[in-house]
């Protein structure tokens, strides 16, 4: 997995190029921590759980089912993340896959069960440029997770800065009027 921290470079990027008008910050708190939430299945490894088996590390938690149900969980919180149900939806459930996907770049582990539970198979892409990180903070805070450190950045935090920047100053005066924003008044004084 890359750190637990770099997951959240797919939802800020894409929360912040967007702007609060279309992503709101309890929107993007919301998607931050369901790109953080599937790595809660290393508690499986305390518990006896396989690392292979379908409930251990990058399994249920890393399927897309999993992102979807998480997205459909912040569609009926939508009032309260300041939302629309289909932004909720779809801001959650991308941040949420995104992690299995970021973890489908790296250079290590049993692969990511994406399609759970149609298939157990795990997967990674053929291309794995991001270096796998250790597991324990002892092991994070070592030559090894220097590497790691920038590793991510290359790989996940610059792309996902030019994402960003793309969003902020290419895509957002797009949106103005879209329906992620919602039409505005127009200002009577016109």
């Not at 070592?142 to 950045?153: D, H, K, N, P, T």
Request: aromatic letters at 8%.
């Amino acid at each position: 997995m890359p750190t637990i921290i770099t997951h959240a470079a797919i939802p800020l990027a894409i929360g912040l190029g967007l702007g609060s008008s279309v992503v709101s910050r309890r929107l993007l708190l919301a998607g931050v921590a369901a790109s953080m939430l599937p790595d809660a299945d290393v508690l499986g490894f305390h518990l006896g759980v396989p690392y292979g088996h379908a409930l251990g590390h990058r399994g249920v938690s890393h399927a897309l089912v999993s992102a979807v149900l998480m997205g459909l969980t912040a569609a009926l919180g939508a009032p309260w993340i300041k939302s629309t149900r289909l932004k909720a939806f779809l801001f959650v459930a991308i941040c949420m896959a995104s992690h299995g996907v970021l973890d489908m770049l790296t250079d290590g582990g049993k692969g990511v069960a994406l399609f759970w539970p149609f298939s157990e198979q795990r997967h990674f892409f053929p291309w794995r440029p991001v270096a796998v990180s250790p597991l324990g903070l002892d092991r994070i805070l070592s030559r090894r997770g220097l590497e790691v450190a920038l590793s991510e950045l290359r790989w996940v935090w610059l792309p996902a800065l030019t994402a960003c920047a793309t969003m902020y100053f290419g895509v957002r005066p797009l949106l103005r009027n879209s329906f992620l924003i919602g039409v505005r008044p127009q200002d009577p004084g016109n």
